[in-house]
């Protein structure tokens, strides 16, 4: 299972940006997909999280601002971040739970992508 994830870049506060990040592979099923991200000197931290049934969660530094959405025909899963501000400055890295034809389910992660939101 790969994922490709795509659509990082610069942008000044305010801004807008929609990544996207699509799985492939010998794919049974997936499960939750997520995103993630990491600042410089900081942890990885989850963004934004959701179910293969549509249930969301995010963590309160982007509600409001961030969608995150996916498409199951395509094995795709997108992040709108609208309103962006210097802290979401980040490198943003996709995530899915998914179980290949061959083995059990785990998690399977993106290349990551930047973002940086600056003036």
């Known amino acids: 299972v790969q994922l490709q994830a795509s659509g990082g870049g610069f942008v000044q506060p305010g801004g807008s940006l929609r990544l996207s990040c699509a799985a492939s592979g010998s794919i049974l099923r997936i499960n939750d997909m997520g995103w993630y991200r990491q600042a410089p000197g900081k942890q990885r931290e989850l963004v934004a999280v959701?179910?293969?049934?549509?249930?969301?969660d995010y963590i309160d530094s982007v509600k409001g601002r961030f969608t995150i959405s996916r498409d199951n025909a395509k094995n795709t899963v997108y992040l709108q971040m609208n309103s962006l501000k210097p802290e979401d400055t980040a490198v943003y890295y996709c995530n899915a739970r998914a179980q290949p034809y061959w083995g059990p389910v785990q998690d399977y992660w993106g290349q990551g992508t930047q973002v940086t939101v600056s003036s």
């Open positions: 959701v179910t293969s049934g549509g249930s969301t």
